[in-house]
């Protein structure tokens, strides 16, 4: 699976960005799929994540209420609708895969850490100004 994530930008404190991330490869609607961002000089982080089947959604508490995930398997795209985007939001944004069946009936209810994530694009970078 490759992806390509794209829509990142400039833009004022409490402004607008949409991340687009598009798949190609192996079949799109089986896979979960999930945001991360990485700051300078820190660890990559949980943003938002989407389960393959149901659209089971977590966000990380620092983005819940402003971002939204979504997805489009026809299209073979994964969103991330970001509002009210604040200084400490600037990051490299990153799409990713993975195989795991979080959020299905009779699985675990919360996405996979990091490392078991499968795929990754090559990140898209988003800078909120002050």
């Known amino acids: 699976v490759q992806l390509q994530a794209s829509g990142g930008g400039l833009v004022q404190a409490g402004g607008s960005l949409r991340l687009s991330c598009t798949a190609s490869?192996?079949?799109?609607?089986?896979?979960?799929l999930g945001w991360f961002r990485q700051s300078p000089g820190k660890e990559r982080e949980f943003v938002a994540a989407?389960?393959?089947?149901?659209?089971?959604?977590v966000y990380a508490d620092s983005v819940k209420g402003r971002f939204t995930i979504s997805r489009d398997n026809a299209k073979r795209t994964l969103y991330l609708q970001m509002s009210s985007l604040k200084p400490e939001d600037t990051a490299v944004y990153f799409c990713s895969a993975t195989h795991n069946t979080w959020g299905e009936e009779g699985t675990t209810p919360t996405p996979p850490p990091i490392p078991e994530y499968d795929y990754w694009g090559q990140g898209t970078q988003v800078t909120v100004s002050s």
């Open positions: 490869g192996r079949p799109f609607g089986s896979l979960a």
């Open positions: 989407i389960s393959c089947c149901t659209g089971s959604i």
